[in-house]
Every structure is written in C-alpha cells, then in structure tokens.
C-alpha cells in the first residue's frame, strides 16, 4: 500500500520502508481489516480507506538503513527455559 501512496518523485512512487510500532498501527487498521486465518489483519477494500490513506501519507521514513534478514534467522519463540 505504501507503494501506491508514497511520495511521487518524477511520477513514479518513490520506494520507501517505514516501520511503525503495532501499537500505533493497531488502531488506525482493526476497525477496517479483517483477520485472516493466520491472524494477520488484511484491508481488502480497494481503494483502502480514507483512515487508512491519510494514516500511510502522514508516515516519513527516517533515513535509516533497514538490513533485511530471512525468515529462517527470525525466532518464533522465545529460547531461554522457562521458570
């Protein structure tokens, strides 16, 4: 969605990754999402939302360099032995 709502620079989208905290994306998507099997929240409506478009255009990236990483170097609980 940020793609298509980016800044344009030469009338093309400008490519950018934000990231923002679920806490403060929470309440601007749950009200117009809905889950999907695996829980994750998906806005189907095309075009999205007004909500949810001015939310996206008012985001600014930091600059920040993001390094990616695979899926299979992110652990999916936690390792340390419980109590």
Do not use: H, N, Q, Y
């Not at 030469?10 to 679920?22: C, L, N, Q, S, T």
């Not at 990236?61 to 390792?79: K, N, S």
């Amino acid at each position: 969605m940020r793609d298509r709502l980016g800044r344009k620079l030469w009338r093309k989208a400008e490519r950018e990754v934000i990231v923002v905290p679920m806490s403060t994306l929470r309440p601007v998507v749950e009200p117009v999402a809905e889950r999907d099997t695996d829980g994750a929240l998906v806005i189907r409506a095309d075009p999205p939302p007004r909500t949810v478009v001015d939310f996206v255009k008012s985001l600014r990236a930091t600059g920040e360099p993001v390094a990616a990483i695979r899926f299979d170097e992110v652990l999916d609980r936690e390792l340390l032995p419980g109590p």
